[in-house]
């Protein structure tokens, strides 16, 4: 079993609709939860960065954690063409010393206009 | 701006050829990471350094190794390439020992004929 389940898709959405990208996880050990946006032939760049359970807001992103349940969302509202993307969770635990981080295997947005 | 730059963004090589790829920061961080991109298999982590001239072998450091010599430089290097070794390869960094955001270059893509 993957430390990091994530579900690749396709996922199409028509513009406006409210996205929802989810991870589940294995190790309760992990700690840090994040969330990267690649675009077509870019490096992935850091979008949520969340610690412990809860939501984190940023404009029309949320991320949640539910550590109780080691599942993980990204919610987008008003979702736009620009966010067509491949999204990948990201995670790592904290018990010093540097620490790995583990990435889902990513999930594709399209959002038609 | 923080930046990682990846010399090399499209390599095509013959099997048994040895590739370098290079990777520049210019954020003086002490961490920096090889990463490759599989479809399916997502970012799996090949080596990574947290100092100068230190490195640690990732998941899948078969058939790959690396250099440090200076801070801001990471070197990965194919001594004898294989086609299995086509791949999307991604340079990161970040810094300190809790690691924090990861800034990724924008990829590589090397092609084994």
Not at chain 1, 6 to 26: F, H, K, R, W
Not at chain 1, 61 to 81: E, H, W
Not at chain 2, 17 to 36: A, G, I, P, S, T
């Amino acid at each position: 079993q993957k430390e990091v389940e994530q579900d690749p898709g396709p996922l199409s959405v028509p513009e406006g609709a409210i996205v929802s990208l989810n991870c589940t996880y294995s190790n309760s050990a992990f700690q840090y939860f994040m969330w990267y946006r690649q675009y077509s032939r870019k490096g992935p760049e850091l979008l949520m960065y969340t610690y412990s359970s809860g939501n984190k807001e940023d404009g029309r992103f949320t991320a949640q954690v539910d550590k109780s349940s080691k599942y993980i969302s990204l919610f987008i509202r008003d979702s736009q063409p620009s966010d067509s993307a491949t999204y990948l969770c990201a995670m790592r635990k904290n018990s010093g010393g540097y620490q790995k981080v583990t990435f889902g295997i990513g999930t594709k947005l399209q959002v038609i206009p | 701006d923080v930046k990682v730059t990846q010399s090399s963004r499209y390599l095509v090589k013959r099997t048994g050829e040895k590739v370098f790829l290079e990777c520049v920061q210019d954020m003086d961080h002490e961490n920096m990471f090889w990463y490759r991109q599989d479809p399916g298999l997502g970012l799996r982590l090949i080596y990574f350094s947290y100092d100068v001239k230190m490195k640690e072998k990732g998941d899948i450091p078969e058939g790959y190794s690396v250099s440090r010599e200076k801070k801001e430089r990471f070197s990965l290097i194919l001594e004898s390439a294989s086609t299995n070794q086509t791949s999307m390869y991604l340079c990161a960094s970040n810094g300190g020992p809790g690691g924090g955001e990861l800034f990724f270059g924008e990829g590589s893509r090397l092609t084994v004929l």
